[in-house]
């Protein structure tokens, strides 16, 4: 398996691609469309996942955008770029209230900003400040409007238990455990970065500082845990989806060549799982409980229904 896509619910479509194609530079990839739903799938050419915006036509009168909190399942997501005070310049004249980019501790050299329906997109220097050596920038057009092509980077999820989540998506899908920092920040918090189990960190030791730059400058995406110190004590702190919003985090996804051995090997384990066809994309997939009560669809490769 890999990882797929973000799938975010958006309210208003049309402007949502505008943005995402105009703005930074993706691509519209596919456009899936019904009575009742509406899906465009939005890629950068250098990466290999997507951003899937969901439109319920059925609630097409709400007009809402994102209210994000701090106990929301879904925190951002995160591009990659290689020259970060290229693409603040580019967005500061068309993007209010984007912070300037700025040296994170020894996190990384970071800025954030929200798309038109207050979804944030935190964007991450492939160095850090310290270490810049960056390439000529391209020139400006329709395909890159910030003077490069950034990476879908990471998928930013909370978790009360990164002990069972790390286990659920190390066992069941594939990934390990590559990245970790601690964030001695208001009352702290640890993240954990998940990739695919193929990639290799220059350094064993997932505290090592030299593997985080490395992480920045791999193509393909990770999932990030954010763990606030302490929540699983605090009874009246409960990660909340918003499933039932029109608006918000509506899951991840990740496709395989060989969907049935994936049942397989999830009945063998006596993991709960749903079986669907969906239907507006003509695909089967299955849909799978994270050990933090969100959404995972696991899909079948298109190449399997050709």
Same mark, same amino acid.
């Given at each position: 398996?890999?990882?797929?896509?973000l799938q975010?619910?958006?309210?208003?479509?049309?402007?949502?691609?505008?943005?995402?194609?105009?703005?930074?530079?993706?691509q519209?990839?596919?456009t899936?469309?019904?009575?009742?739903?509406l899906?465009?799938?939005?890629q950068?050419?250098?990466?290999?996942?997507?951003?899937e915006?969901h439109f319920?036509?059925?609630q097409?009168h709400?007009?809402?955008?994102?209210?994000?909190?701090?106990?929301?399942?879904?925190?951002?997501?995160?591009?990659f770029?290689?020259n970060i005070?290229q693409?603040y310049?580019?967005?500061?004249?068309?993007?209010?209230g984007?912070? &300037?980019?700025?040296?994170?501790?020894?996190?990384?050299?970071?800025?954030?900003?929200?798309?038109?329906?207050?979804?944030?997109?935190?964007f991450?220097?492939?160095? $850090?400040?310290?270490?810049i050596?960056l390439?000529?920038?391209l020139?400006?057009?329709?395909? $890159?409007?910030?003077?490069?092509?950034?990476?879908?980077?990471?998928?930013?999820?909370?978790?009360?238990?990164?002990?069972?989540?790390?286990h $659920?998506?190390?066992?069941?899908?594939?990934?390990?455990?590559?990245?970790?920092?601690?964030?001695?920040?208001?009352?702290g918090?640890t993240?954990? $970065?998940?990739?695919?189990?193929?990639?290799?960190?220059?350094?064993?030791?997932?505290?090592?500082i &030299?593997n985080r730059?490395?992480?920045?400058?791999?193509?393909?995406?990770?999932?990030?845990?954010?763990?606030?110190?302490?929540?699983?004590?605090?009874?009246?702190?409960?990660?909340?989806?918003?499933?039932?919003?029109?608006i918000?985090?509506?899951?991840?996804?990740f496709?395989?060549?060989d969907?049935?051995?994936v049942?397989?090997?999830?009945?063998?384990?006596?993991?709960s799982?749903?079986s669907?066809?969906?239907?507006?994309?003509?695909?089967?997939?299955?849909?799978?409980?994270?050990?933090?009560?969100?959404?995972?669809?696991?899909?079948?490769?298109?190449?399997?229904?050709?």
């Open positions: 398996m890999r990882l797929k896509a975010l619910k958006t309210q208003d479509p049309e402007n949502a691609v505008d943005f995402y194609l105009n703005i930074l530079g993706m519209l990839v596919q899936y469309q019904s009575d009742k739903a899906i465009n799938i939005l950068f050419s250098k990466s290999n996942t997507q951003l915006l319920d036509k059925r097409q709400y007009k809402s955008k994102y209210q994000q909190e701090s106990n929301d399942i879904y925190w951002k997501y995160s591009l770029v290689d005070q693409v310049s580019t967005l500061s004249n068309q993007i209010e984007i912070n &300037e980019p700025f040296q994170f501790g020894n996190i990384g050299y970071l800025m954030h900003t929200k798309d038109i329906e207050n979804y944030q997109i935190e991450i220097q492939k160095t $850090f400040k310290q270490s050596s390439p000529l920038p020139k400006a057009n329709k395909t $890159f409007p910030l003077y490069e092509l950034p990476v879908m980077g990471l998928i930013s999820l909370r978790t009360k238990d990164p002990v069972k989540s790390i $659920f998506y190390e066992t069941f899908f594939g990934m390990k455990l590559l990245v970790r920092m601690y964030v001695d920040r208001s009352n918090f993240l954990y $970065f998940l990739g695919d189990n193929g990639l290799i960190a220059p350094n064993p030791n997932i505290d090592a &030299e730059e490395w992480m920045y400058q791999q193509n393909s995406a990770f999932i990030e845990l954010q763990y606030y110190w302490s929540s699983e004590h605090q009874e009246e702190f409960e990660l909340q989806t918003k499933e039932e919003e029109p918000g985090f509506k899951g991840v996804k496709e395989t060549k969907l049935e051995k049942k397989s090997d999830f009945l063998e384990k006596n993991i799982f749903r669907n066809v969906n239907v507006i994309q003509s695909r089967n997939e299955i849909q799978i409980m994270s050990p933090d009560k969100y959404v995972i669809i696991i899909q079948e490769n298109e190449s399997e229904n050709n």
